[in-house]
């Protein structure tokens, strides 16, 4: 993997994994830009929510579409556009532990859970290419279910 976005691998987004049209459409330019959202040189200027935390190997943001039942919705994201978990140091993987660890202290007595998708994002439900690891506290009288996808769709939907 390179730094350099003009070597970025392609595809950055699996459109149909879109669940809202303003975000499918955001998505369709920025593949045309050839924009990863979550590259550190791309994220300021295309994702709206602010960086909030910033590491050797991760930074944490709030997801600009937060999954609905969520209290809070955090993305933490490795510098590298990297597609898989694997990719990254053990030492990404401590300070990963590390970043948990503190917004779980941020968000009790919520209850907190954590989904990352790696891999090729067309077989695992992900829409943007670049790793990313989701990190949400739960109320404990939710509204309604939180669902993660973590697969492609099958057939039948
Ligand atoms: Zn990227």
Known sequence: MSDDASELPLPLYDISAAREDHQREYMEQLTADGICIFCPESVESHHREPIDWTGEYWYVTKNDYPYAGTVAH?????????????????EAGAELWAIKRMLKAQLAPLATATVERSGDMHFNGGSVAHLHTHFVALPAEPEKTVRFKVSALAPSG
């Open 74 to 90: 955090y993305l933490i994201v490795p510098h590298r556009h990297v597609t898989s978990f694997d990719e990254l140091p053990d």
